[in-house]
């Protein structure tokens, strides 16, 4: 298939956008902890840093390069370190992306452009996961997970998803712009750093994980929900990897539920809590809208949109105060109540909500209707295979990055930041009742 310079373009400004969020990212912990967080920003700079090199190195080989039984893409796919050289015919320089020729996707893609856009999904997914360890994790551990993050954690459920030779690709598993591999598999991992992180607070003597105080920063916030909401022009619509009429649909789609979700936040933040309004209120509700539409967007018409973000509101409110309820971790930005609870209930809603005709323009044309649209038994069994690929992207980005911040712990006698203050700086705060 020879190149298609309108769908290049297209993606590589969506990579472009997406590139913001893993930045937005850093201003939305700013935002809500204080502007005396500088660490965030230069966190996130740093993860797209390691992004780059580590998914050229090998990462996106390992992600989007013809599978080895459906589990791993081939590591040596394009020779050499860096993705090949021009004379390669594997090369990303060289030719059409092998997943983006007229066999699969039809989309006409270099690599280098389909690199660059699934990178910058790569990078802002551990930006999600940098939110957890904020001023507790040691900078060098983090970067040490980080690398394995990119060459494992996040390239084998991306394997099995997005690439169309993984296993459960093959099996009919759909997850449009990722609300599995992105957020999902984000809050896996997060989870598993948080119970690291708590493990080594007890050994310190903390019974409650100590928590960074809200401190709103009202500028910083609309700055980072602006740069998110720029991003996610790119994430959804680009996902499309082309620039067509379903492209349109998507746009649509994506923000009919951001600010749907934005006012059914407002109005359950009141009827369940009694506030009245807040720019933190509306900033948590357009990103659970963004986030819950992100799986389906490209299988939904703009109406079941609506209805999600409607749904997505009262979702994120009663999630948010279920897991307020657990001391021993502290998730200062909303990681589990948002990107985990917000992915995950979109992916299950792709059984619901997908309509055919819509999942046929965006080239997922095996997609039945769903469980609301007529799709009958058809629509169960695509359920069931949603609810396995949770499973499997669950016991696997778990188990893997609590084993590698183990290992990373151990080998480095703790990845709890100035462990000799640590103590002194929270210890003392905790009444005697509450030490272990």
């Known amino acids: 298939m020879s190149v298609n310079i309108i769908n290049n373009f297209w993606v590589l400004f969506a990579a472009f956008l997406v590139f913001l969020m893993t930045i937005a990212v850093g201003f939305l912990e700013v935002g809500e902890l204080g502007e005396q967080l500088k660490r965030s920003l230069y966190k996130t700079i740093l993860i797209t840093g390691i992004a780059f090199i580590v998914m050229a190195a090998i990462g996106f080989n390992t992600a989007f390069a013809p599978t080895i039984y459906g589990i791993i893409g081939n590591p040596f796919y394009s020779p050499g370190l860096f993705l090949g050289s021009i004379g390669s015919s594997t090369s990303i320089f060289s030719q059409v992306w092998w997943s983006t020729a007229s066999s699969y996707f039809d989309t006409g893609l270099l690599?280098?452009?389909?690199?660059?856009?699934?990178?910058?999904?790569?990078?802002?997914?551990?930006?999600?996961?940098?939110?957890?360890?904020?001023?507790?994790?040691?900078?060098?551990?983090?970067?040490?997970?980080?690398?394995?993050?990119?060459?494992?954690?996040?390239?084998?459920?991306?394997?099995?998803?997005?690439?169309?030779?993984?296993?459960?690709?093959?099996?009919?598993?759909?997850?449009?712009?990722?609300?599995?591999?992105?957020?999902?598999?984000?809050?896996?991992?997060?989870?598993?750093?948080?119970?690291?992180?708590?493990?080594?607070?007890?050994?310190?003597?903390?019974?409650?994980?100590?928590?960074?105080?809200?401190?709103?920063?009202?500028?910083?916030?609309?700055?980072?929900?602006?740069?998110?909401?720029?991003?996610?022009?790119?994430?959804?619509?680009?996902?499309?990897?082309?620039?067509?009429?379903?492209?349109?649909?998507?746009?649509?789609?994506?923000?009919?539920?951001?600010?749907?979700?934005?006012?059914?936040?407002?109005?359950?933040?009141?009827?369940?809590?009694?506030?009245?309004?807040?720019?933190?209120?509306?900033?948590?509700?357009?990103?659970?809208?963004?986030?819950?539409?992100?799986p389906l967007a490209g299988f939904v018409s703009p109406f079941s949109a609506l209805i999600l973000g409607i749904i997505a509101g009262p979702i994120f409110v009663y999630a948010e105060r279920y897991f307020s309820r657990f001391?021993?971790?502290?998730?200062?930005?909303?990681?589990?109540?948002?990107?985990?609870?917000?992915?995950?209930?979109?992916?299950?809603?792709i059984a619901f909500f997908t309509q055919h005709s819509y999942a046929l323009l965006s080239g997922n044309g095996n997609l039945p209707n769903g469980i609301f649209f007529g799709g009958g038994i058809a629509a169960v069994h695509q359920l069931g295979i949603e609810v396995l690929g949770i499973m499997a992207v669950a016991a696997f980005v778990f188990t893997v990055s609590y084993l590698t911040i183990y290992l990373i712990s151990?080998?480095?006698?703790?990845?709890?930041?100035?462990?000799n203050d640590f103590a002194s700086r929270y210890y003392s705060k905790i009444p005697a009742t509450e030490r272990k």
């Not at 699934?118 to 060098?140: N, Q, W, Y």
């Not at 151990?410 to 462990?419: A, E, F, Q, T």
């Open 111 to 294: 690599g280098i452009t389909y690199f660059m856009f699934e990178t910058a999904f790569a990078s802002v997914t551990l930006a999600l996961v940098s939110v957890i360890v904020l001023r507790k994790m040691k900078m060098s551990s983090f970067v040490a997970f980080s690398i394995v993050y990119f060459v494992i954690i996040y390239n084998l459920p991306a394997a099995w998803i997005w690439n169309p030779t993984g296993w459960l690709y093959r099996i009919g598993m759909r997850d449009f712009a990722g609300g599995l591999v992105v957020h999902g598999a984000a809050g896996f991992a997060g989870l598993a750093l948080m119970v690291r992180i708590w493990q080594e607070e007890r050994r310190n003597g903390l019974k409650e994980s100590a928590r960074e105080k809200m401190q709103i920063n009202d500028t910083m916030l609309t700055l980072s929900i602006l740069l998110l909401m720029m991003g996610w022009f790119g994430f959804n619509p680009g996902s499309v990897l082309a620039f067509s009429y379903d492209t349109l649909i998507v746009v649509a789609t994506t923000f009919i539920a951001a600010f749907a979700a934005m006012l059914s936040t407002l109005a359950s933040s009141y009827f369940v809590n009694g506030e009245t309004g807040g720019i933190i209120n509306a900033v948590n509700g357009i990103l659970m809208g963004l986030i819950v539409i992100t």
């Open 327 to 349: 001391k021993w971790f502290s998730d200062p930005v909303g990681l589990m109540p948002g990107h985990f609870t917000g992915g995950l209930f979109g992916v299950i809603m």
């Open 410 to 419: 151990r080998v480095s006698g703790g990845i709890l930041c100035n462990k």
